[in-house]
């Protein structure tokens, strides 16, 4: 990790060169496609002269797409036939700006369409008009980023760690780039765990799929869980995303590595069309083995409201969202049930799914006939589709310092998990860091990964772990009628029952387990023997009040302990008056 440290401070003091011509808020535009650009340089180095050799025997043939060819020479999925690279652009100061611009139009398409994602021709002509163009060419033309030095999973805490930097000088959110790799690492135990004699048969291939995949370090880092766990397996990624500096370093990556460049996809996971503008979802008819998000917490849907009602009121359960929608305010079951979508059917071998929430999905929305968030947890829950929630410990993200949740679903339970939920607490695994970065002062150590991973693999009872029944988050939400009073008399309807009285009108959650009419003898009735249920007003809703379940008692202190700190206090202030007025 040293070369990553050294490597981005290097590159961040690039950015000092745009001091004055630049706002700080603009720096990524020019710092984030340039660290691209010589990381795919680097890479091509050791084959450049054999594809410019390759391209001229072929160039003069009619073949229609010589990409093909040219990549099986450079020995990856993307090539460069300009004749220059970084080398020799600063070899020729005065055409810099023409000689880029031959450079990036000799990559192969897929490569060329990544640079375009920045927008980056309008920064050489900004840089050149400002005589920076050859000054930050040549200081990025001066550091190693090649394969050798700094390995795939090393360039993505790179660009993590300057798209942080970027994000904090600008004020915005870092956090909606990328998650802390401690936390993709715990999801990636969570999500392969029960499935570790399946993945390490020789030859297995499988799917993951990220619908908010950022710089795609949950797919980066499950396919280095894999590949550590089985090298004969091979994990094929596919991701989604809509920032198009994101999805431009998120490719970029792939196209490193040798996955398919057309896996990772631009646009807004949960629209369902595409239009000129926005695409939508580009996998809207995939499956996947597993998938794996984190999507932006609290995020407003208005935009794509539309659509996403039309969805749910047409397509009803045969889209995405059959289940109902959230509020506006906040779309997280959105990416969620799009997500679930996408799970293979049982009979397939099912899927798992991990996802990171805010505490706001456990329990917000209340039960009613309109489907909303409280609908959406009963069709999970009552489907045998939640495995387990994980309650993490606070200050782990770059952006918020609240409480989070991985949800684990999986449609293909293991036989002691069925019809059980697991709920484990572990919001006191943590250390504090030496240094925060933004909101983010508590990381996982290794050992917090192993141990919170044997919670959850154990799958027994303890003080940090729970296990329910699916009912027991369940209830029934009853409204409790009394009558309606008019001179000391119960006023009736034309069928001699009594009028309900509106003012007095209450509601009641009765747990599902329990028997309505024995809860209201026992509860209700001994305070008010008049009242009844109006049966046709009753829905069942579902939450998972996790705090409830994991509440210790504290005893309060005894009054002699209270009383010997206040004269101790009493004492110390007294004390310090006699100091000011002497």
Same mark, same amino acid.
């Given at each position: 990790m040293t070369n990553v440290k050294e490597s981005a401070n290097f590159i961040w003091s690039i950015a000092d060169l745009l001091r004055g011509d630049y706002k700080q808020s603009d720096y990524g535009k020019v710092v984030l496609p340039f660290t691209v650009l010589r990381r795919l340089d680097c890479v091509l180095k050791a084959t450049k002269a054999e594809v410019l050799k390759k391209h001229e025997q072929v160039k003069s043939m009619n073949i229609q797409n010589l990409d093909p060819i040219l990549n099986k020479v450079a020995g990856y999925n993307f090539h460069n036939s300009s004749l220059f690279d970084f080398d020799k652009l600063i070899a020729d100061p005065n055409n810099i700006a023409s000689n880029l611009r031959n450079y990036i139009n000799g990559f192969s398409e897929e490569a060329r369409e990544i640079i375009e994602q920045f927008e980056f021709d309008n920064q050489i002509t900004k840089l050149d008009e400002a005589n920076l163009l050859f000054m930050v060419l040549k200081r990025f033309q001066e550091i190693d980023l090649h394969p050798e030095q700094i390995s795939s999973m090393e360039m993505g805490y790179m660009f993590e760690e300057l798209i942080r930097k970027f994000a904090e000088i600008s004020n915005e959110t870092a956090g909606e780039h990328f998650t802390p790799r401690e936390v993709i690492r715990l999801m990636v135990n969570l999500l392969f765990m029960n499935d570790r004699e399946i993945l390490t048969q020789k030859g297995i291939v499988k799917t993951i799929f990220d619908c908010c995949a950022g710089t795609g370090g949950m797919l980066s880092v499950a396919e280095e869980y894999l590949n550590e766990l089985n090298p004969d397996a091979r994990l094929e990624v596919f991701g989604q995303e809509l920032n198009p500096e994101s999805y431009a370093i998120c490719k970029s990556d792939m196209l490193i590595k040798g996955q398919k460049p057309d896996n990772i996809a631009k646009g807004n996971s949960l629209k369902s069309k595409d239009d000129i503008k926005l695409k939508g979802d580009q996998f809207i008819n995939h499956k996947f083995d597993y998938l794996i998000t984190n999507p932006p917490f609290g995020v407003k849907w208005g935009k794509v409201q539309k659509e996403v009602t039309e969805e749910h009121q047409s397509l009803g359960h045969g889209g995405r969202f059959g289940a109902g929608l959230p509020s506006v305010s906040d779309g997280s079951f959105l990416f969620l049930m799009s997500l679930m979508s996408k799970m293979k059917p049982k009979?397939?071998? @099912?899927?798992?799914?991990?996802?990171?929430?805010?505490? !706001?999905?456990?329990?917000? @929305?209340?039960?009613?006939?309109?489907?909303?968030?409280? !609908?959406?947890?009963?069709?999970?829950? #009552?489907?045998?589709?939640? #495995?387990?929630?994980?309650?993490?410990?606070?200050?782990?993200?770059?952006?918020? @310092?609240?409480?989070?949740?991985?949800?684990?679903?999986?449609?293909?339970?293991?036989?002691?998990?069925?019809?059980?939920?697991?709920?484990?607490?572990?919001?006191?695994?943590?250390?504090?860091?030496?240094?925060?970065?933004? !909101?983010?002062?508590?990381?996982?150590?290794?050992?917090?990964?192993?141990?919170?991973?044997?919670?959850?693999?154990?799958?027994?009872?303890?003080?940090?772990?729970k296990i329910f029944d699916n009912k027991d988050f369940g209830y029934s939400k009853v409204t409790v009628e009394r009558p309606l009073m008019k001179n000391g008399k119960v006023v009736k309807d034309n069928k001699g029952n009594p009028k309900p009285d509106a003012k007095l009108r209450d509601t009641e959650n009765i747990p599902l387990k329990e028997d309505i009419e024995n809860y209201m003898k026992r509860e209700v009735l001994p305070h008010v023997p008049d009242a009844w249920i109006d049966e046709k007003k009753t829905n069942v809703g579902y939450e998972i009040n996790f705090t409830k379940y994991f509440y210790q008692y504290k005893p309060l202190r005894s009054l002699a302990d209270i009383k010997k700190d206040i004269l101790a206090l009493e004492e110390e202030t007294d004390g310090l008056i006699k100091t000011v007025l002497a």
């Open positions: 009979d397939q071998g @099912g899927s798992r799914l991990a996802i990171v929430f805010n505490g !706001s999905p456990l329990f917000s @929305g209340s039960p009613s006939s309109k489907k909303n968030e409280s !609908s959406i947890r009963q069709w999970i829950i #009552e489907n045998d589709l939640l #495995e387990a929630v994980i309650a993490l410990p606070n200050q782990l993200f770059y952006n918020t @310092g609240i409480n989070t949740y991985i949800w684990i679903i999986s449609n293909n339970k293991a036989k002691e998990r069925k019809g059980k939920v697991q709920l484990i607490n572990a919001v006191d695994y943590f250390k504090k860091m030496s240094k925060s970065l933004g !909101s983010k002062r508590n990381e996982l150590s290794d050992q917090h990964l192993q141990d919170i991973t044997k919670l959850y693999g154990d799958f027994e009872e303890n003080e940090h772990c």
